[in-house]
């Protein structure tokens, strides 16, 4: 049974930081690419940062130069390093394989304040 536990987000001042962690289980982790996606309220989810199997990264532009997003293979983690973060950046943040996604965990809810 595939699991997928976020954590790490929170109420945050615009220009101030934050660390989004997710924890796989159930899954081969080393070998599959992970994402962040997140979800803004009234608005689609939207894919934010990849990170293949050998380490490579791509971004979304609203968050390129700003999020980093990193694995620890050992751990079966994923992160995403958000920095000078904005109010639309205001979402519940979710971790999954891609590019065929498992079932969604619960998320993390991030907020901005302006």
């Known amino acids: 049974q595939v699991q997928l536990v976020e954590s790490g987000g929170g109420l945050v001042q615009a220009g101030g930081s934050l660390r989004l962690s997710c924890v796989a289980s159930?899954?081969?982790?080393?070998?599959?690419?992970m994402a962040w996606y997140r979800q803004a309220p009234g608005k689609q989810r939207e894919l934010v940062a990849v990170?293949?199997?050998?380490?490579?990264?791509r971004y979304a532009d609203s968050v390129q130069g700003r999020f980093t997003i990193s694995r620890d293979n050992a751990k079966n983690t994923v992160y995403l390093q958000m920095n000078s973060l904005k109010p639309e950046d205001t979402a519940v943040y979710y971790c999954?394989?891609?590019?065929?996604?498992?079932?969604w965990g619960q998320g993390t809810q991030v907020t901005v304040s302006s």
């Open positions: 159930g899954i081969f982790f080393r070998i599959n690419a």
């Open positions: 999954n394989v891609v590019p065929r996604p498992y079932s």
């Open positions: 990170i293949t199997n050998d380490g490579s990264t």
